[in-house]
């Protein structure tokens, strides 16, 4: 019997879906086919059967260099997953965007808890804990870059900067934090990667920050 998660990611599934970079076309019966959302028909694609193929396809880019950040919008191209039910699809879903599926679960059942910046980063310790002493223009300049959907980051802001409800970041635009919006920029409707709080690449880049290490501008 489907859990939540799988209810959730049924209910979010058309005859053409997209996920992030992902597209996911429902085939004969309950079999899924997945490609990159840039690939076309006429493109040669490596063919891949199973859902842990999806941990390859997602651990590189084009050029070979490795994604610590999965929902960065730097998916290799030229590959095709076919899955033969739903629960493979999910399984495949959480190698290529782990823990989104999850986010999108709690969030529909209205019980995802967002927490702000600030507090994230108060509670960093050891070699992290310098990270709480960013200012905030720091911040806005920071969150402005390294969470842009372009370049950056495909996830959907649910967070705020402060316990006060300060926006993420005044140069990131109004659809960043609309989860109705297609981040991946190709204008559909797209199951969003939700973000609740900011994730360990950020807070580790707003220690840089403070430390005078970033190359984020």
């Excluded at 799988?6 to 599934?13: G, H």
């Excluded at 076919?82 to 019980?111: C, M, Q, T």
């Excluded at 970041?169 to 559909?188: T, V």
Aim: net charge neutral.
């Amino acid at each position: 019997m489907p859990d939540s998660i799988e209810t959730t990611l049924a209910s979010a599934l058309s005859d053409s879906t997209s996920i992030g970079q992902v597209l996911i076309r429902r085939i004969a019966g309950d079999r899924f086919a997945l490609c990159h959302r840039d690939d076309g028909p006429g493109d040669t694609l490596k063919d891949f059967r199973k859902p842990e193929d999806a941990i390859e396809i997602a651990r590189y880019d084009d050029d070979g260099n490795y994604r610590p950040l999965k929902t960065a919008p730097n998916l290799q191209h030229g590959w095709r997953l076919e899955l033969v039910n739903l629960r493979e699809l999910r399984r495949a879903i959480d190698h290529f965007y782990p823990g989104r599926l999850s986010a999108l679960a709690r969030w529909k059942a209205n019980g995802i808890a967002m927490t702000t910046l600030r507090e994230t980063l108060n509670r960093q310790s050891g070699m992290y804990r310098v990270a709480a002493k960013i200012s905030d223009e720091q911040i806005d300049d920071l969150v402005g870059c390294f969470c842009k959907s372009n370049g950056g980051c495909l996830r959907t802001i649910l967070w705020k900067r402060d316990e006060i409800g300060s926006p993420a970041s005044s140069r990131l635009p109004p659809e960043k934090f609309e989860p109705a919006y297609d981040q991946a920029g190709c204008g559909d409707h797209a199951i969003p990667l939700l973000c609740p709080e900011a994730c360990n690449l950020l807070v580790a880049e707003c220690r840089k920050v403070v430390k005078g290490e970033s190359n984020a501008a």
